[in-house]
């Protein structure tokens, strides 16, 4: 069965760190594109960040640029999201998706197939 599980959500004040984590079980990620994308309550689902199979191609939203780091290691299946710098308006349900290709123009959330079930990140003081 193919599953995706983030894990690494939790409690931080503002200017900490948290990294998450996106592993997968039932497939191998290393032939399809990851994306990391957040939901706060009364908003969309956004695009956070997105990372090709081949780790070569990565996308940024532009209100995480130089805080938060994408990464994968296809060995370990599991891909990363490291957030430095965190801000009271991070604070959201973080979503680890798969797309069926290895190459994903769109950091888009109507763009990925395969879904994890989320972890919650709260910045707080």
């Known amino acids: 069965q193919l599953q995706l599980v983030e894990s690494g959500g939790g409690l931080v004040q503002p200017g900490g760190s948290l990294r998450l984590s996106c592993a997968a079980s039932g497939f191998t990620l290393r032939t399809n594109a990851i994306g990391w994308f957040r939901q706060a309550p009364g908003k969309e689902r956004e695009g956070v960040s997105c990372?090709?199979?081949?780790?070569?191609?990565?996308n940024y939203a532009n209100f995480v640029k130089g805080r938060f780091t994408i990464s994968r290691d296809n060995a370990k299946n599991t891909v990363y999201l490291q957030m430095n710098s965190l801000r009271p308006e991070d604070a959201a349900v973080y979503y680890c998706?798969?797309?069926?290709?290895?190459?994903?123009?769109?950091?888009?959330?109507?763009?990925?197939?395969?879904w994890g079930q989320g972890t919650q990140v709260t910045v707080s003081s």
């Open positions: 990372i090709s199979a081949s780790g070569g191609h990565i």
């Open positions: 998706a798969a797309d069926r290709s290895p190459l994903q123009a769109l950091c888009k959330a109507t763009a990925y197939d395969y």
